[in-house]
């Protein structure tokens, strides 16, 4: 395979999974898993997101953990914003880079901000001119980019006029979401083959989703088109609450296992994120999704059984 020698993990969790858990994860909590991922090397880590609480209460908290957190040098705080309004309250918490997100189909940003297509785009505009003022990089996220759980299959030319405008807009990078787990590798080739030669200037992302299984399967097709930066959920945390059918995204520790057993590099101390990941589960109070954290790493050895050992030994 052609593979990067290097890739960028963002760390998800602590925003896209905490989001949607049914029980508010207290402040010193959330901090706590932040300083916990910071300590593996993380290099990029969504903290929060500045949005109405009562739009998602469960983040009602962002100013007070971007205050209380430990930033490590090298690392990235960024958070995600729906609006202006939560750029500058981002800015003022002293957020690194601002993400933000629209969707490919209609539908679906309908559901998830009650906005059409175009009133988001006009929206971000001003998302863009505060982070511009402040010297903060913008990174808009493309819901639905390979298939709507309301209107199926999203014509490319669609997802291509999404991206168009953002680049207009002056966007740094552009992530590529897959939503509800409708893509799979050829499909993410196709997609990357097609935008990534027409805009060449842009830091491309991918965000999946391990719905039907597929995240690292397309992970992998997208490295071998030249990305190299993926988000990924601490345990596989995660959802979208505006997307039928939506699990959790991409699990952390398993795609970083994946990419160091292949040579990759990530920066990131495996060992003690399958720790972090353990406390994730102690704090969410469940057993999470993700498959390192119970099979342990490839190389785990177990004791010969004692009659293995005494053939092996006989004679």
Known sequence: MKVPKRVTICEVGTRDGFQIEPDFIPTALKVEVVNRLSDTGMPTIEVTS?????AVPQLRDAEEVMARIRRRPGTVYSALVPNDKGAVRAVDAGVDEIHTVVSASESHNLANVNMTIAESLDKLRAVVEVCRRAGKPVVAGVSTSFGCPFEGEVPL???????SRLVELGVKGIALADTTGMANPAQVARTLESL?????TIEWTLHTHDT????????????ERGVTRFDASIGGLGGCPFAPGASGNVCTEDLVHCLHAMGVETGIDLDRLIETAKRVQEIVGRPLPGQIIKAGKADRRYPVPDLVHRRLTAG
């Open 196 to 200: 990534t030669p027409k805009f060449p």
């Open 50 to 54: 500045f949005v109405s609480p009562r």
């Open 212 to 223: 039907r299984a597929m995240a690292i399967p397309n992970i992998l097709a997208a490295m």
């Open 157 to 163: 030319k669609n997802l291509e006029s999404v991206v």
